[in-house]
């Protein structure tokens, strides 16, 4: 029997994200039935492209009685009805058997908040643009009819404009009106002050003109200033709202469930938020602990990759605390929860990530530094027009009518749109490079940045340990047991492979990465696993055991950084073999532009220290620190952030979650946790060249953004002179409104071009 | 007089029908984005892109 690579057709066929190893919990307890018909919402992780879109929808489809399977392949959301006894754990199972990570989903209150706001922007976009289109339909005959047409057609055509108006800016506008009144009441301001006073000004000066038969109506110029500016909000919400998935993603982890053993020995699954503290939980080989856990009963390996950031599984057994988020790999574990899921670790993170977010979002953006500029002199200049026309002689109607000409051509359209429009470009065109931004102001920061930190385990390195070297020990040679022998090409292969027919039985990651040596070929039958000792099984008549240097019966140590692996067949010669932790392909030359750019370099890790200490020599850093638990990496980033440096953190794991939310700006690999990735502002899938590539790419749309503000105020240097001067009429207004904002956005687009 | 009476009924007769009908089309076309927004063609970008390339739901033609 041939045993090919285990990663074969699993996970993603494009190679966009590494396969899961996940196993789901009971999914049972979050369907919804309703009769015989059952609904289920799962988050389906490392999906990315259309071949995992068919790969799970038709595999689930092909289940007995499922009407329909969806995945929505923008946001990993999928949903599953169906009729009958199907079990939802069947449906989990399919999915997670075709490499897939899945767990249920329910959406929180505030995510469906913050995604109606979205859509009502969008809807109040699509109104104003249709309200905008057909009154600059009327505009433009009035405008082509101006000396000709006759004064009753003019009224015609402006009481039309007014009546298409009036329905669009109330119920578009509201936005702006409802945010104005709100801080007006609590007696502050903001931006959408002066965008109501605007709007409500332009439409009843308007209004005025068309009742008493004047020739200027801005209508036109009214709406197409709402159209532009709902524009800016709706791709701002946008950016937002996807930065602020993190929260509910990481939720979404913790809808597992959990096997609760009671009294009578009856396993049950509930989910993971009712557990309290005290119950006695099973743990099977390949579940995921979603609350603190002290182990009761079993000696089994486990997996803290992502807690800790070690990247070797650890032994555990009776007595030891198991924190959520640690992976069980081979025996059952049975253990006494801690305390509620709410009180666990995981929540612990999700918490750091709140506060990370908040403080990243107290960040003043250039937008908001533009516009405290812009407010007060536009309204003083208004202002001042109306008092000196008044004073010269002028009638109140024009003294107003100036002022209100000037609020609209000196508009914020090409405010609104100056951050937005290049942060939007900018994101499609990293999209190309296969990064996802996922916050606008991000590249803001991300520009800004002098000091990167980097997490050891699957960013530095891949994460999985790699067969570095084969030594062996002579048993002929009982006084010098300390020379290892170099070993013959033929010895060397018949070793490999007799411990790789072990290690094929077996899911430790030491026994992977040598059966990825070693290639496909035959398993031994009848291997026994021993949790923390090794394996052993008969190859040919011969006893064969692979594991500890205790487990094949050396007591004599050889020194190496990374883990080692014993082997002996028989009365043979001893082998160890050695791994070492293997770096990305391309790790020192991204290191080296990095520090070429100017930007210092730091390590910080929760693996040991010898670990550590090999990985900062071969790529040339001095700064490291190892060891670091979730709250330490915290606290480093604290002290640089005191510092006064704008830090960078690249990191994958659940324990780079806090850390990465509290960095001036952050970055995860495509093989992250999604945690991680939503706490991150981008997540990059090609390697580690890409880092600078983003930084690069930021620094240059935060110039493109620092122009387009300046243009902006180039372009109200000229208008409000005119405008104060009683200049501007309603064809002058909207051609300078909209050329402003088509500059502000052409330009952002040499964002695309560059390059 | 007269004459300028006439021209104003004849431009009101012409755009009586127009601005009707440009308003009309353009709530049409309000209405299908309306409907597209709320009905949900905008939630899945990425998954819509791929969907059409895939094409084991074609069967032949039955005889």
């Known amino acids: 029997m041939t045993v090919t690579s285990p990663d074969i057709d699993l996970g993603c066929p494009s190679g966009l994200a590494p396969p899961s190893e996940d196993s789901t919990g009971a999914l049972d307890a979050f369907v919804k039935r309703q009769g015989t018909e059952a609904t289920l919402q799962l988050l389906v992780r490392g999906a990315k492209c259309g071949g995992c879109l068919s790969k799970i929808e038709k595999a689930v489809s092909a289940l007995p009685g499922v009407a329909t399977a969806r995945l929505n392949l923008s946001n990993g959301k999928m949903r599953v009805d169906w009729t009958g006894s199907l079990n939802a754990d069947t449906i989990g199972a399919t999915i997670s058997d075709l490499g897939y990570g899945v767990s249920a989903f329910s959406e929180d209150e505030s995510a469906q908040t913050e995604k109606k706001r979205e859509r009502d922007l969008l809807l109040s976009m699509g109104v104003a643009g249709f309200g905008m289109a057909n009154i600059m339909l009327l505009s433009v005959s009035v405008w082509g009819g101006h000396g000709e047409m006759g004064d009753a057609t003019r009224q015609v055509l402006h009481g039309i404009s007014g009546l298409i108006a009036l329905p669009v800016v109330a119920w578009s506008g509201r936005h702006f009106f409802a945010s104005a009144f709100s801080v007006l009441r609590h007696g502050r301001a903001n931006m959408d002050v002066p965008i109501s006073l605007a709007l409500i000004l332009a439409f009843s000066v308007s209004v005025w003109e068309t009742i008493h038969h004047g020739p200027h109506a801005y209508f036109d110029a009214c709406v197409m200033l709402l159209f532009f500016l709902l524009i800016g909000r709706f791709l701002d919400a946008r950016l937002q709202r996807q930065a602020h998935a993190a929260a509910h993603e990481l939720a979404a982890l913790q809808n597992a469930s959990v096997s609760i053993v009671d009294r009578n020995g009856t396993v049950r699954a509930v989910p993971a938020t009712n557990v309290s503290a005290g119950d006695h939980i099973l743990l099977s080989p390949g579940e995921r602990a979603v609350v603190d856990l002290r182990i009761a009963m079993g000696i089994s390996e486990i997996d803290e990759s992502l807690v800790t950031g070690e990247s070797l599984p650890r032994q555990t057994g009776p007595g030891e605390t198991l924190f959520a988020g640690a992976v069980n790999l081979s025996h059952p574990l049975q253990g006494v929860a801690l305390g509620p899921a709410e009180d666990s670790l995981l929540s612990e993170i999700g918490r750091m990530l709140e506060a990370g977010e908040q403080r990243r979002s107290a960040y003043r953006k250039i937008a908001d530094r533009a516009v405290s500029l812009y407010v007060p002199f536009v309204h003083t200049a208004a202002a001042l027009a109306a008092l000196s026309w008044w004073v010269a002689g002028a009638g109140m109607a024009q003294a107003i009518m100036i002022a209100v000409t000037t609020l609209i051509v000196t508009c914020p359209c090409a405010l609104a749109l100056a951050a937005p429009v290049a942060q939007v470009v900018a994101a499609g065109r990293l999209f190309k490079q296969g990064v996802y931004l996922r916050s606008g102001d991000a590249l803001e920061r991300l520009a800004e940045v002098d000091y990167v930190v980097f997490d050891k385990t699957g960013t530095l390195s891949f994460g999985t340990p790699e067969l570095a070297t084969m030594v062996a020990l002579s048993r002929s040679h009982p006084d010098t047991p300390q020379v290892p022998l170099v070993i013959g090409v033929d010895t060397r292969d018949q070793r490999l492979s007799q411990a790789a027919m072990l290690a094929r039985s077996s899911r430790h990651p030491l026994s992977r990465a040598l059966v990825n040596a070693a290639g496909p070929g035959p398993f031994a039958e009848g291997t026994i696993e021993v949790p923390g000792c090794g394996l052993e099984a008969d190859i040919e008549g011969e006893r064969c055991r692979l594991g500890s240097a205790e487990w094949v019966g050396i007591d004599t140590k050889i020194e190496a950084a990374g883990p080692q692996l014993w082997f002996v067949a028989g009365d043979s010669d001893p082998v160890c073999f050695q791994f070492a932790d293997r770096l990305q392909d391309d790790a020192v030359e991204a290191l080296n532009a990095l520090k070429a750019r100017g930007l210092e370099i730091e390590i910080l890790s929760g693996d040991h220290s010898a670990a550590v200490a090999d990985m900062a020599n071969r790529l040339g850093i001095d700064r490291w620190q190892s060891g670091a638990k979730p709250h330490d990496k915290v606290a480093r980033l604290e002290t640089l952030r005191a510092d006064g440096r704008k830090v960078l953190m690249v990191g994958d794991g659940l324990n780079d979650a806090g850390a990465l939310a509290l960095a001036h700006a952050a970055l995860a690999p495509g093989g992250a946790m999604d945690v991680s990735q939503s706490a991150s502002d981008a997540v990059y899938s090609g390697g580690l060249s890409s880092v600078e590539l983003i930084i690069a790419l930021a620094q240059s749309t935060r110039g493109v953004m620092r122009q387009n503000f300046g243009l902006a105020a180039v372009y109200n240097l000229f208008a409000v002179p005119i405008a104060v001067a009683g200049l501007v009429t309603p064809l002058i207004a909207a051609i300078a409104m909209s050329a402003s904002s088509l500059i502000v956005t052409v330009n952002a687009l040499r964002i695309r071009a560059k390059g | ?63």
Request: hydrophobic residues 50%.
């Open chain 2, 1 to 63: 007089m007269r004459y300028a009476f006439a021209q104003r009924a004849e431009i009101l007769e012409i755009i009586a029908y127009l601005i009707p009908i440009a308003l009309f089309l353009g709530v049409v076309g309000l209405v299908a984005f309306l409907w597209s927004v709320r009905s949900g063609q905008f939630d899945d970008l990425d998954g819509a892109a791929w969907r059409i390339l895939d094409d084991d739901d074609d069967r032949p033609k039955p005889d």
